[in-house]
């Protein structure tokens, strides 16, 4: 069975870093992109940042210049360093995969279960 485990959510003050990871807990044959969403009480999901398996990367408007992502082919793992964090960044940051089990196989969407980044003022 497929699973993301997220890690790197946490509390912090404005101004200040995070670093979330999301890992496959199996290597999977194909991965199409793979990307951030978050979640703020009382919004819609936003996507954050994705990046494609040539590497090409894209943002919202409102994280470019303060928000990274990368990712790490050989452990199929996907990351979003976040500087410069701003009260309006908190939320529950989840984690996707569009991927698919075997090489001929449909795209599928894998999700992690979320992780708290708090930022306070």
């Known amino acids: 069975q497929v699973q993301l485990v997220e890690s790197g959510g946490g509390l912090v003050q404005a101004g200040g870093s995070l670093r979330l990871s999301c890992a496959l807990s199996?290597?999977?044959?194909?991965?199409?992109?793979m990307g951030w969403y978050r979640q703020a009480p009382g919004n819609q999901r936003e996507l954050v940042a994705t990046i494609t398996s040539g590497g090409i990367t894209d943002y919202v408007d409102s994280v470019k210049g303060r928000f990274t992502i990368s990712r790490d082919n050989a452990k199929n793992t996907v990351f979003l360093q976040m500087d410069s964090l701003k009260p309006e960044d908190t939320a529950v940051y989840l984690c996707y995969v569009l991927g698919a089990t075997s090489i001929r196989g449909n795209l599928v969407a894998y999700w992690g279960q979320g992780t708290q980044v708090t930022v306070s003022a």
């Open positions: 199996v290597r999977i044959e194909r991965i199409s992109r």
